[in-house]
């Protein structure tokens, strides 16, 4: 997983570093928080939904991938952020729970597709509104936020 982009590494290769002030010190940590209670909620709305956190999320990639109603399973670890072979166990219990469907790739056999199926669209249907809600709760407090980490040099 790389931290910084090949820009950044550069720039921080050079010592062109940006100054960092005690206020901005403040909105990194608040930023940070802010990030860590949306996905505090995010966990409970999901497990309030009877739906283990890690599945809601490998639902909303499924979802969410542009313009394609399935992804391989290298894809949903890619998008995860977990390895090859956690996201093999991922993908099999939520087969088993009936939240998602997998098949060969016509195109590549050796992967494997998987699919949200009518209970894991019904179960993400129900999870995406309170998300959103939060999200255009927090949201003016994160533009804030970010807006001053951009222009504060």
Known sequence: MAIASTLQKRTIRRGKLPTVSETDYEHLA???HALRDFLHFSEQAALAAGVPP???QAMLVIRGFAKRDNVTVGELAGQLRIKHHSAVGLVNRM???GLMEKSRNPDNYRQMLVRLTA???RALKKLSPV???ELARIG???RKMLEH???AS
């Open 149 to 151: 980490l951009e222009t």
């Open 54 to 56: 890690q599945q809601h």
């Open 119 to 121: 209970r894991g669209r």
């Open 30 to 32: 608040a930023f940070r």
């Open 140 to 142: 003016p407090s994160l």
């Open 95 to 97: 087969v088993a729970d």
């Open 131 to 133: 998300h959103k809600m």
